[in-house]
């Protein structure tokens, strides 16, 4: 049997410039975003892709980022999550909405 689970997160984070930034900073405000719950609740943690792009509205810049993780349940079960991302930056926030669901078993 084949279950599909998703949760949605939007997460804001103080910080600037998001074109410029390098991987380690994706990967540190995403796993801050997985992680408003509890910050043991996930392990292997990596960052597949990161693609910017221009948005229609005023030249906004956007960033999405694919990545993927092992989210471990209170029952103890390891089950593999792959997830998107869109992350922009508008004054002195980061804004971070993000999608999961889980791997084909």
């Known amino acids: 049997m084949f279950w599909h689970f998703c949760g949605i997160t939007f997460y804001v984070w103080v910080k600037q410039d998001i074109a410029s930034q390098p991987k380690s900073f994706f990967e ?3 796993q801050k975003a997985i992680s408003q719950k509890s910050a043991n609740i996930y392990q292997n943690f990596k960052v597949k892709n990161i693609q910017p792009t221009k948005g229609e509205y005023k030249d906004q810049t956007y960033v999405i980022v694919d990545f993927q993780y092992q989210l471990v349940t209170g029952a103890g079960f390891e089950v593999d999550r792959k997830a998107v991302a869109s992350v922009t930056s508008q004054g002195n926030a980061v804004e971070a909405l993000w999608c999961a669901s889980t ?3």
Do not use: F
Request: charged fraction near 35%; proline fraction near 0%.
């Open 28 to 30: 540190d405000v995403l």
């Open 103 to 105: 791997a084909i078993r």
